[in-house]
């Protein structure tokens, strides 16, 4: 889930207000947060720049809470949220919406679920009830031909992004190694075709029950509009929705610790190898989160981050170089991707990789470095935050993944806190333990594959 929601951080560009010097000065986004009587959240910001409105939901609810032998759950009902409920017919919800001026989409990670819908301010009232329809009515309209469609829409989702395109399931693969079998991130969000195909009506009317109802849920509204007319619109539409039943308890995972290197191969109908570098590292703002966010773009961010200078500009051996810190609310992992070149081999780009590594692990980053990380971190937050729909995805993060959504100053100084000693101690914390490496191969071309010591079999 990523990029830390490192967001709202540079709110006050994005308002218009001069450039401040530390990060203890960040203005915090204004907002109210109030719950309905059947556990809803509700937050309200308020944008008075432009007549647009955001509502977006998130739902508590990802492929971690889903169980082995019945993933994909939480990735289907992404669709079938958009194919009418009891009182919106088949194909009415995209139309209403398109027909006020809207857009809208929904997007599923390991942690949740969110819909949203990004619309004129006059169109306020039609984006509440849409979306309270299908919050709590979308099961008496649940049948097994609305399952199988969307189970088809789905699967061809899978062969389209996964299956059928190059290195496409080399995600899964990483995912299965790193973590334990029982791991609620073992698995990739959209599921397998398997559990698909065994999911019957009452299993996803199940989930459903449990996990898309107001108690686990929060309704963000951001822009233009009047708090108090707002409020009285998420009464109406909401406020006699039920409560769900009572939530499993998420689960509180050991951190991953590798007993040794894994060295992995996979083939695949490529025309160049790939190499993955996997290290398991913390979960999403950890203290060390922000610090391992840093050294990936050191390492593989602009044109004269270290890896990238060394293996594309200098050695020109490389075609693709990036590095990243992937934290969600469980867990993290730290991963380096390499295609080379035609022609140019995987074991001597491992050794350039390991000779960097070295040298993060024995001397310290530039200030200058450093200095320019932390300003491409400052002008991503003003990208996030720069219009309504980016404010409300902001607010639902922190409220979700912090506790709270009063989290942007704090989430700043995280990253203009960190210091040249922290890069050096993470690189080594983390990047100097086992690892897991897949290499993907062209079919029937193994001998490409790396191995322990930077050779390849």
Known sequence: MKRSILLATWYLIAAGIPSLAGAQEVPKIKFEKYTLPNGLEVILHEDHSTPIVTVNTWYKVGSGDEKPGRTGFAHLFEHIMFMGSQNVPVGMFDKELEAAGADNNGSTTEDRTNYYENLPSNALGLALWLDADRM???????DKTKLDLQREVVKNERRQGVDNVPYGRADEVILAALYPKAHPYSWPVIG???????ASVEDVSSFFRTYYAPNNATLTIAGDFDSAEAKRLVQRYFGDIPRGPALPARPNVAPIVLAKDTFMVMEDRVQLPRSYYTWPTVRLFDKDDAALDVLASVLASGKNSRLFKRLVYDMQVAQSVSASQQSSKLAGRFEINIVPKPGQNLGSIDKVVREELQKLMTQTITDRELKRVQNSYRSSFLNRVAGVLGKSETL?????????????QEDAARYEGVSRADVQRVTRTYLGRPKIVLTVVPEGKREMMVIANGGVR
């Open 136 to 142: 709590g009515f979308l099961l008496p309209t649940m």
């Open 192 to 198: 397998s075709l398997a559990d698909l195909d065994a």
């Open 396 to 408: 639902n993060t922190y409220n979700y993944m912090a506790g709270t959504p009063d989290y942007v």
